[in-house]
């Protein structure tokens, strides 16, 4: 067995509250940080217009940091996909 994550607490959870952590995440069990957000690609902190150049950049000078579907390639795939997560934006 594969264990990932672990969560101790000082007291004993009742079944509601262990419940109430949610199932399987590949975040684990407690978020520390919210998510990233993808759309923020050049992790300056929000969504701007910038962001937008730089995956630009990066889509035509080929950089796998363009592979925005992580499919393994750079593809135009990849504007699709990086446009629709910048359009709706991060919560």
Same mark, same amino acid.
């Given at each position: *067995?594969?264990? !990932? +994550?672990?969560?101790?607490?000082?007291?004993? *959870?009742?079944?509601?509250? $262990? !419940?109430?952590?949610? &199932?399987?995440?590949? %975040? @684990?069990?407690?978020?520390?940080?919210? #998510?990233?957000? %993808?759309? =923020?690609? +050049? @992790? #300056? &902190? &929000? $969504?701007? $217009?910038? =962001?937008? /150049?730089?995956?630009? #950049?990066?889509?035509?000078?080929?950089?796998?940091?363009?592979?925005? +579907?992580?499919?393994?390639?750079?593809? $135009?795939?990849?504007? /699709?996909?990086?446009?629709?997560?910048? /359009? !709706? @934006?991060?919560?």
């Amino acid at each position: *067995m594969y264990i !990932a +994550n672990q969560l101790f607490t000082d007291e004993a *959870m009742s079944d509601a509250q $262990v !419940a109430a952590l949610g &199932g399987v995440n590949a %975040r @684990g069990i407690a978020y520390l940080r919210p #998510a990233p957000c %993808r759309a =923020d690609f +050049n @992790g #300056a &902190g &929000g $969504v701007t $217009v910038q =962001d937008i /150049f730089d995956f630009l #950049a990066a889509y035509f000078s080929g950089n796998l940091s363009a592979d925005f +579907n992580a499919s393994g390639t750079v593809t $135009v795939q990849d504007i /699709f996909d990086f446009l629709g997560a910048y /359009f !709706a @934006g991060c919560a």
